[in-house]
């Protein structure tokens, strides 16, 4: 059982970096996208419309995929100030309670996305003109990557005798 243990946090750590470079690279494209549509708009004599919408969903996609990020870390948002008061045993028991919620959640999320992106095909995009599916691709793969997050998480706070905060983490 350990050596399960020890290769799903392993395995969410390797995943958490992998989202974490790919965050990192659309936050660099969404900062240069930005800034660019803002010289076009009062510096330069430039008629740059594409950047609003790519910023639009630069953003979307950054913020769907930090969200596995803080599941990975613990660092979601939660008031601690009663679950710290109970004992060990039932703050286990409500933390996982609380992770399969969370991963139930994220299941519903990852089905019902998949019509939404499949019937974005059927649309363009204003700017681009390219269909919204593949924006919309975000919604499952975020999804699904946070479900595997909460899982794996799961899985790592059953090595520990209580469930750590993100603050006490090392």
């Not at 039932?90 to 999320?109: E, K």
Request: proline share 4%; hydrophobic share 55%.
């Amino acid at each position: 059982m350990s050596r399960t243990l020890d290769l799903a946090a392993r395995l969410s750590h390797t995943l958490d970096q992998w989202v974490e470079r790919c965050c990192v690279i659309l936050l660099a494209v969404l900062v240069v996208t930005v800034w660019t549509g803002i010289l076009a708009r009062y510096v330069l004599p430039w008629n740059l419309t594409f950047t609003e919408e790519m910023a639009r969903y630069l953003m979307i996609w950054v913020a769907l995929l930090a969200i596995s990020m803080g599941i990975c870390r613990r660092q979601h948002v939660g008031m601690l100030v009663l679950f710290d008061r109970l004992p060990a045993l039932l703050q286990r028991v409500l933390a996982l309670s609380f992770d399969l919620i969370g991963i139930a959640f994220f299941a519903v999320m990852f089905f019902y996305s998949l019509t939404y992106v499949e019937r974005g095909f059927s649309q363009s995009t204003m700017i681009f003109g390219v269909p919204k599916g593949y924006p919309y691709l975000i919604l499952p793969l975020a999804s699904g990557v946070a479900c595997l997050q909460l899982a794996l998480s799961a899985l790592k706070d059953m090595k520990r005798t209580s469930p750590q905060p993100a603050l006490e983490r090392t």
